[in-house]
């Protein structure tokens, strides 16, 4: 042996000095190596796992084949002793009497030699292995290591083989146990298991794993049992063979017992007495883990296996809580189209299912298509489990049951996050609530803000009546089969028409539209709607940059490669139109089209310019058109035609032809309704389209012309947005932002001296919006009241009536918008309300309340919301109030009359159309139909069919004002009055607007006295509605004195409340989807109109965002371009002060112009 490495060193005097070193290095032990290689190593010790479990099933598979070699008499085995060794003479043949026991046949067998000497190295080889194992397990306890039943096992299968090599010729064949090594190789393969999923990295389902433990004890029970009961029978008399003793084991362990076979001796019913007391204590052993594992399994819900998600195509939803309305509003959308049929759904939860919701789960239609899984979407695992890599989408589902929004979309922007990181390829369709938190989730495909949409339809609703029930049937998916169940006239026209959806063709491969290719976007959408029903609001051209377009106007020609968007009952490629029958419908088409032009006196591109149209032309009566998308179209040929012999006795204004095309010089504009003014001043469709606009659109309002500085608003862009991601508007703004303390409605400042709304002398009726929370999502609400597209005289107050007053960040925003003021209140108070200046409104939007007031029960979350505005239904019965809920079912208690007969009848009805599946049950009450209410829940089909339907968010998007677009329509609404009772139908107003304006119509808000149920009325009925009259008079004077008593306190004038209740109430107003082109309109109709954009606004995009460049401009860019903007805005759309004085500077000092200065705001 080498000696050890000395280390030399010297100091700085020069002495030297030696150290020994020792280096010690991790050399394993003898036994530490074994360890390793026997118990550590996962693959080593897998592969000796493996070789001793097909060593125990080879001893037991030899022991089978040595029970089956013994020839004829199973007592034939010799009974060795020492004084018959020598004899070499074949034993006589022993046999057992009835009733007695032959021990030899029980101790001694007839094994051959091979089969003895196959058992002796298995033998050997095993004890080895298991004194090995033993040693190397040992761990002081040696006690321990020898009373474990496997190594009892293995020295009774081991050690006998060897014994009987001392005394070859003797113990031959003495019967040792054999088949016990079942149960070590049972034992042997529940470890197997455990390392195979550790070499391969990858855990095994629980339960699978449990079902085969399971299954292989069962099957060492039964083959143990069977061997042994077959081999004690040996001594006696009723020998059992192979088969017939395993028949008795499954019939004994089953509890049959028929009785054909029975041990006769005790050692045998000894055993069998021993065999069902192991069974009975280790099979519910077994039993209960397989059970707790099922019922964890059941829990979290299982997996989606990966062969499933190869050859089958599946998506995801995560959400926090799986509440049933959610999830079954989410499956009926997603399965109602037709090529969604094969795929399944995944849901993915942390928190358990409902218990209704299980139930609904086990129906067969959803058992075999919803899958769902426990976990969360943060843990990779689980992500793994519902094969989130294969999944074709994933839907981030907002949770609705958290009391605080801001954290709901933190939760979903982490998910979000989780799936990129983990599935950067799978397509994610997320909900949140607040919008300033779209911009962490914008690489997701499709992201449906709560916030957004549910401000900018309420603010809709205040400018369209019914604009909510007009874009909620438009989300869901129908065909129309609710108007079946209708039983009046209204109802079965309001069902039916709230089947039309939106869809997308090409044009190449459309039969309504291919052969308007070249042709004006009206020709194709009037002539479409009056041949085949439906009707043309959108296209997309094919260019790299383009953008959906709706309604572009008659300047806009069809190319062969446009996608079109259209509303129509069914889509195209379901109908059964025909190529064929498309043709022949042309040539009457043609014919109709020659009528009109004959009809209407004028020609070529002559007859868009309305200036030019002879109104006291003849007119003649056109067919009667009835649209279907499957059937064509059939025509009734009593029409009149043209005879200029003819006297008329009344003539009529005349309608002009579509054009096919138009030329750029033709300017296009249609003037929006105010519904809040009296009716004598309400725009109607007579006085938009009559009116000849001035070629230069600079009209000078009366009301302005005297003042020499200009209007004190423009048009332009927010210079403040209250979040990242806001999309570029034109609004109406201030020229000079208003002072901040001017905001607060009713507080007196140096710039300001009006103590309540009347002293604002405002010229519209104001908009009152309750919200108990200043979220952004009120930036919503007021971008579309201050849109561009309307006139500045008709705009119309805005007041925030918040529970807290706003931060600084939000009133810096509000400022720079003409007439939006604040105030602090409670719905519950009328006092606040009166301040808030609700006698002067003509529309109160009541924002849901978004903290729970109920923990026990959701539904009962709208419970505050829906008694304050009850009360406010009782004390000021004319006002328009509209409703936000959480939850769509609570419509039913909006203005609730617990007499009201009508409201019962509804009642019924919508159990009846919920009973035949339909998916909008809730479609017939009074306040929803008439847009009185809205439900944010609706929202979530436009993220359900998203899916499919991709372009369905734009579109909604461009109808709400949340998006504006330089050639993109925008929706508003008309009139129907007096003057236009001549145009008879729906398709001829089409026509009309088509032709004069470019615009087109997409439906109609009826308003018509309700019908009756049952008209037998009892005596004492009568008399009931006669006491209850009395007290409703009695009612109102005391809510009048009340209403007036607050009023005199708060120093406002009582007169200003008006008790009176409007007819309204008893009326009932609903949306008509797209009718067809023959519907007779009524008086009074208000249709829903798509505006083109006018020139005048296109110039505004052009100076605003040049080379249609949407990067938000500069503040010397907004400046610059404003000064050449304000020379061309229209006055009259830029003035809506009503005071004749010139606007001055504001001098703190003078009072006069405090107060012209406060006017101004």
Known sequence: MEDEPWLHFGDSEGAEYEFQVEFFTNERSLKQRLQLYFIKNQRSSLRIRLFNFVLKTLTCLLYVIRVVLEEGDPIKAECVTPSSSLNTSSPEPKSAEPGTIEWDCIWWVNRHLALYTIHVIIAFISLFQTILLTYLSYKGNIRQQLIRWTFILEIITTVPFIATLLWHSQLKNLFIPVFLNMWLAKSILEHIFNDVHRVINRAQSPLSHQLTVLMATIITIIFISACGIQHLQRGSAAHLTPFDSLWLVIVTFSTVGYGDISPDIWPSRLFMMLMICVSLTVLPMQLEKCMYTWVERKKKGGSYSRHRAQTEKHVVVCATHLLTDTVMDFLNEFYAHPKLQGYYVV????????????????????????????????????????????????????????????????????????????????????QLFRPEHKFHVKFAKHVVCEDEFKYALLAYNCLCPGTSALI????????????????????????KCSGNEIYEIQLYKS????????????????????????????????????????????????????????????????????????????????????????????????????????????????????????????????????????????????????????????????????????SHSQHTLHSLIMESPSPTDDVVDPLWHSHSSGSDIKVDVPPVAPYIGKGLHLCHLMRNPRPICCLQLTKVCQHCEHRHPREYNWRNRAIIIAS???????????????????????????????????????????????????????????????????NYADNMVVVNKETSN??????????????????????????????????????????????????????????????????????????????????????????????????????????????????????????????????????????????NNGAIPIGIYRTRQPGTFSTSVSVDKLDNEDAVSRNSDREKEEISQLVKGCMLSLNMPPNDYNCSSDEKHSQVSYVIINPGYDLALEKGDIIYVLRPASKRHKDRYEQKFPANSYDRPTDRQTNSSQECLDEQVDVTEDTFLLTNQNAESVNNNDPNCNRRHAAKH
């Open 854 to 995: 109920s923990i026990e029960d959701d539904y009962l979350s709208d419970c505050n919301t829906i008694v304050a505005v009850q009360t406010l239904f009782k004390l000021f019965p004319g006002a328009k109030i509209i409703t936000e809920l959480s939850q769509s079912s609570n419509m039913r208690f909006m203005h609730f009359r617990a007499d009201d007969d009508y409201a019962l009848a509804l009642s019924k009805l919508e159990k009846e159309v919920k009973r035949k599946g339909s998916h909008m049950s809730y479609m017939f009450r009074l306040p929803f139909s008439a847009g009185d209410v809205f439900s944010a829940s609706m929202l979530d089909t436009l993220l359900y069919q998203a899916f499919v339907k991709d372009y369905l968010s734009t579109i909604v998007r461009l109808m709400c004002g949340i998006d504006q677009g330089k050639d993109s329509g925008f929706l508003t609404c008309i009139k129907i009055g007096e003057d236009e009772q001549w145009l008879n139908t729906y398709g001829r107003v089409y026509q009309k607007l088509c032709s």
């Open 472 to 495: 909620t049937l438009l989300l869901h998916t129908s065909r129309g089969d609710e108007g079946n169940c209708g039983k009046e006239d209204w109802q079965k026209l309001y069902g």
């Open 511 to 678: 039969i309504f539209f291919k052969d308007y290719c070249g042709k004006s976007f009206s020709y194709a959408s009037f002539n479409a709607h009056r041949r085949y029903g439906v009707c043309l609001i959108g296209v997309n051209s094919n260019d790299e940059n383009s953008k959906l377009l709706l309604n572009p106007g008659p300047h806009y020609n069809l190319q062969e490669g446009d996608t079109l968007f259209y509303l129509s009952i069914t889509k195209e490629e379901h109908s059964s139109l025909s190529q064929k029958e498309a043709n022949a419908d042309e040539g009457i088409a043609s014919m109709v089209a020659g009528v009109g032009m004959v009809a209407s006196g004028v020609a070529g591109s002559a007859a868009l310019n309305i200036a030019k149209v002879n109104t006291e032309g003849v007119q003649a009566q056109l067919p009667t058109v009835s649209a279907s998308a499957s059937t064509g179209v059939e025509i009734n040929n009593h029409f009149l035609s043209p005879n200029p012999d003819r006297v008329l006795p009344r003539r009529k204004p005349s309608i002009a032809p579509v054009a096919e095309k138009v030329g750029d010089e033709v300017h296009i504009e249609l003037t929006p309704i105010d519904l809040s003014r009296p």
């Open 772 to 838: 108990a929370n200043t979220s952004n999502g009120l930036y919503n609400f007021i971008l579309p009241l201050r849109s561009q597209c309307l006139k500045q005289l008709d705009l119309r107050p805005i007041v925030l009536f918040l529970e807290h007053e706003p931060e600084r960040h939000f009133k810096e925003t509000i400022r720079h918008f003409p007439m939006v003021y604040w105030i602090t209140g409670s719905i519950d108070r009328l006092d606040d309300w009166l301040k808030a200046g609700i």
């Open 347 to 430: 849901l993915l939860s942390p928190s358990e299912m409902e218990e209704s919701l299980k139930i609904i789960l086990q129906i067969p239609i959803w058992a075999q298509r919803v899958i769902y899984i426990k976990g969360s979407a943060l843990k990779d695992f689980d992500l793994q489990r519902c094969r989130m890599q294969e999944a074709e989408g994933c839907f981030i589902l907002a949770s609705r049951t958290h009391s605080d929004r801001t954290v709901a979309d933190e939760h979903t922007i982490l998910r979000s996050w989780a799936i990129r990181d983990h599935s950067p390829g799978v397509d994610q369709y997320v």
